[in-house]
């Protein structure tokens, strides 16, 4: 992991392309715009299992990265535990930096 993680999480933000938090991450995924979906080491469990199974069932995938909510929210400006990657350039990014990409050639985009 890398603080070039925070960086891009930063920058989807600024470029409308993240979603945060638990409900309109929700109605992202639902809607279909979502490809890729965070959560921070620290979130509750309650949210995990709300968020991830909307997406389990969109085929959205889900990452829980290795930064807090307190670290993400400093990169994003705004209280986060959960949010959504609108972008498929952004999320395949993301997946790289965050090691969770397996190597294999990535389908969100």
């Given at each position: 992991?890398?603080?070039r993680?925070?960086?891009?999480l930063g920058?989807?933000?600024?470029?409308?392309?993240?979603?945060?938090?638990?409900d309109p991450v929700?109605?992202?995924?639902t809607?279909?715009?979502?490809?890729l979906v965070?959560?921070?080491k620290?979130?509750?469990?309650?949210?995990?299992?709300?968020?991830a199974?909307?997406?389990?069932?969109?085929?959205?995938k889900?990452?829980?990265?290795a930064y807090?909510?307190?670290?993400?929210?400093?990169s994003v400006?705004?209280?986060?535990?959960?949010a959504?990657?609108?972008?498929?350039?952004?999320a395949k990014?993301i997946l790289e930096?965050s090691?969770?990409d397996n190597g294999?050639e990535?389908?969100?985009?």
């Open positions: 992991m890398s603080d993680l925070l960086s891009l920058l989807c933000r600024r470029a409308g392309r993240l979603t945060v938090g638990c929700k109605e992202s995924v809607k279909g715009e979502a490809q965070l959560f921070a620290d979130a509750s469990a309650n949210t995990l299992k709300d968020v199974s909307v997406a389990e069932k969109a085929g959205v889900t990452v829980t990265i807090d909510k307190k670290e993400i929210s400093a400006g705004k209280l986060c535990a959960v959504g990657v609108n972008d498929g350039g952004f990014k930096l090691g969770k294999e990535c389908d969100l985009c």
